[in-house]
C-alpha cells in the first residue's frame, strides 16, 4: 500500500491529503518557487518554454485560438473533448486528469500542460498536478511545468508532451 492509498484510507482527502503528502519531504526539499500571478490571473512562466526530454528539447505550448486546425497534428498521444463530463477537471485553473499514461492540467486560463503519467525516479503511474508544479504520490518528486526535477527525487526530469486546443478539443501529441 502506498503512502497516498493509505491517507485515503483513514479518510484524508483534498487539501488535507494533499499537505499530509508534501509534509513528507527532506529539509532540503522544502523549497517551493511559487508561480507569479498577475493581476488578471494569468500565471507566469510564459505560455511558451522549453522542456528537456531526454537529449531534446521540445517546446511547450498551448495554442487557444479558435482557428487552430487541430485536423493537422501528427503523433497524436491523446484527444480530449473539453466540452464533456469526463474533462471537466479541467475546466478550472490547477485542475487536471491523467488519462492513457498522461497527466494534463490546465495551469492558467487557457494553458495546459501535459506531462507523462510516469515518474522518473521510480517507473510508477503517480505524477498528479498539485497547484503549480507535477508531483509523485510514491515518493514526493516534484516537477515544475517543464518537467525538470524541482527535488532529488525529481533530478531525472519528466517527459513533457507538445498541446494545442481550439477551446472546445484539446490534443496531445509528440
Known sequence: MTRYDFLKS???TGAALMAALTSCVHEGDSVVNALTLTPTGAVTPPVTTTASSGS???????????STDLSTITN???TIDLTSSTASALKSIGGYLAQSGIVVAQVSAGTYVAVTQTCSHEPKKAIIFNKTE???TQHGARFDLTGK????????????????????TLVVYS
Not at 56 to 66: I, R
Not at 149 to 168: C, E, P, W
Open 76 to 78: 497524436r498521444l491523446l
Open 56 to 66: 531534446t528539447t521540445q517546446p511547450v505550448t498551448s495554442t487557444t485560438s479558435s
Open 134 to 136: 507535477f508531483y509523485c
Open 10 to 12: 483513514i479518510g484524508f
Open 149 to 168: 526535477g524541482k527535488n532529488s527525487f525529481g533530478s531525472r526530469g519528466l517527459t513533457v508532451y507538445k498541446v494545442a486546443t481550439d477551446g472546445k
